[in-house]
C-alpha cells in the first residue's frame, strides 16, 4: 500500500485534508479606506465643526500639503472655518533643545486641562525639520500623557519648505484647532532665533524656559528674544539646583528690567518652575491667565491679534511672490547661469538680479 498510513489501523496518523490557506489581503479593504470618498471642503468644515479629530488631522494634512489642488481646498476650508476661530488662548512656547519643552507641556497641558477645562492643541514650528526629516517638535512620544488625554490633539511641525511656509501652515492649523472647539492652543518652537519670531507673530503670549547655567546665561540669549517673552520661566529647580535658579531669575529679572516697557504695559514675570517634578505650574499659568485679562482690559489683546493678521498678509504675499519666482522654469535654468556669470565676476549681483526680475515681469505679462 502506497500510504499505510491511511489504513484503518493507523487512525492516529491519518493525513488530514487541507483546508485553502486564507487570504492575507483584507477582502473589505476596497469597501474601506481605499474606497473613501474624496471629501468636499463642506465635508471637512462640517466635520471640524463637530470636533471630529479625524477630519481635523486629515484637513490638517491639506493644509500642509505642497499640492496645488489640496490647497486649493484647504483655503476654502480655512475660510469657512473662520468666522469660528479666535475664541482661543494662544501660547507660543519656546526653549533651546533639552530646556525641558516637552516635559513641561506635558505637565502644562494637564494643569490648564485640569483647572480651566476646555480642550488644547499642541502645534509646533520646527524649521529644521525638512533636514532632519522628522520633526523635533510636537512629537507625540515626548508628551506621554497629553498624547492620551482625550481632550488634547497633538501634530507635529508641518515639514515642508521655508521657515515662513512652515510657520503660516501652524497659524492656519491653528484656525483649524480653534474652530473644531480647541480653546487651548500651544505653539511650541525651537529656541534657535528666526522660529521664535515666527511663533511670536501668531501667540497671545510668549513663554520663554530657561535653564540656569555657569551664570553667563544672560550673555547666551539674544536681546530680541528676551523682549519678546511676556514671560521667563527657569526650568529644573529641583534638587541641588535650586539656589542656582533663583540666582538665574533674579539676573533676568534684573535684566529685563534695563528694557523698556513693553507696549502690552505688561512688565514680564521671571518664575521658577520644575516641569519633571511638576513644582510651580500653578503660579506659571496663573501669570499667562492673569496677563490676558489684562491686556484684554486694555485693548492690547486685540491690537496685538490684528497685528499679526496684518503681519501673515504681508509674509503670504512675500512668501507666494518669492515661490512664483522661483518655482518658475525660465527662471529657475536662468538663475544657474546668472549664479554663475556672477561668481566668475563677469556680472554684478545688482545687475544678475535686475535681469532676472525683469524675465519674470515680462513672462508676467506675457
Ligand atoms: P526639550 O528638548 O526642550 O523638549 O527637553 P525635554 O523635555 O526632552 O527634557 C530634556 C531633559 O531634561 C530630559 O532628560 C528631562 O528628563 C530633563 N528635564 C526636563 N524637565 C526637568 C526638570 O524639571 N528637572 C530636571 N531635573 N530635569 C528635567
Known amino acids: 500500500m502506497e500510504h499505510p498510513e491511511n489504513s484503518e489501523e493507523y ?88 530646556a525641558g519643552k516637552s516635559t513641561s ?9 485640569k483647572e480651566h477645562g476646555g480642550k488644547l492643541a499642541v502645534l509646533a514650528i520646527d524649521p529644521s525639520s525638512e533636514r532632519t526629516k522628522g520633526s523635533i517638535l510636537g512629537d507625540k512620544t515626548r508628551m506621554e500623557k497629553l498624547s492620551v488625554h482625550p481632550d488634547s490633539f497633538i501634530r507635529p511641525s508641518p515639514s515642508a519648505g521655508s521657515l515662513g511656509g512652515v510657520a503660516r501652515k ?27 519670531t515666527a511663533c511670536h507673530s501668531m501667540v497671545d503670549f510668549f ?21 519678546m517673552a511676556d514671560g521667563i520661566v527657569i526650568n529644573k529647580c529641583d534638587g541641588n539646583n535650586v539656589e542656582k535658579c533663583q540666582l538665574a531669575a533674579t539676573h533676568f529679572r534684573n535684566a529685563l528690567h534695563m528694557f523698556p516697557m513693553p507696549d502690552s504695559g505688561w512688565m514680564p514675570k521671571v518664575l521658577t518652575y520644575s516641569g519633571f517634578y511638576a513644582l510651580g505650574i500653578k503660579e506659571i499659568w496663573d501669570m499667562v491667565y492673569q496677563y490676558i485679562a489684562f491686556v484684554k482690559h486694555n485693548g492690547y489683546f486685540d491690537y496685538r491679534r490684528n497685528e499679526q493678521s496684518k503681519y501673515w498678509m504681508y509674509e503670504t504675499i512675500n512668501e507666494q511672490l518669492q515661490g512664483s519666482f522661483f518655482r518658475n522654469p525660465t527662471i529657475s535654468d536662468m538663475l544657474v547661469a546668472e549664479e554663475k556669470s556672477v561668481l566668475e565676476g563677469r556680472k554684478t549681483s545688482f545687475v544678475a538680479a535686475k535681469q532676472l526680475l525683469d524675465t519674470y515681469y515680462k513672462l508676467m505679462h506675457s
Not at 506635558?106 to 494643569?111: N, V
Not at 497659524?171 to 505653539?187: N, P, Q, S, W
Open 207 to 227: 513663554l520663554l524656559i530657561q535653564l540656569a547655567g555657569t551664570g553667563d546665561e544672560l550673555q547666551g540669549i539674544k536681546r530680541g528674544i528676551m523682549e
Open 11 to 98: 487512525v492516529g496518523l491519518t493525513v488530514n485534508k487541507g483546508v485553502a490557506p486564507v487570504s492575507i489581503v483584507n477582502p473589505y479593504l476596497k469597501r474601506g479606506r481605499f474606497a473613501r470618498r474624496k471629501l468636499s471642503a463642506n465635508d471637512y468644515v462640517e466635520g471640524i465643526l463637530k470636533g471630529d479629530t479625524s477630519i481635523l488631522g486629515q484637513a490638517v494634512t491639506l493644509v500642509e500639503s505642497q499640492n496645488a489642488d489640496h490647497q486649493q481646498v484647504a483655503q476654502e476650508v480655512i475660510e469657512k472655518c473662520l468666522p469660528y476661530t479666535g475664541k482661543s488662548i494662544r501660547v507660543g512656547i519656546s526653549g533651546v533643545p533639552g
Open 105 to 113: 507641556i506635558d505637565e502644562f497641558g494637564l494643569h490648564v486641562l
Open 170 to 196: 501652524t497659524r492656519e492649523t491653528i484656525f483649524l484647532c480653534e474652530a473644531a472647539g480647541y480653546d487651548k492652543i500651544f505653539v511650541e518652537t525651537v529656541g534657535v532665533g528666526q522660529s521664535e
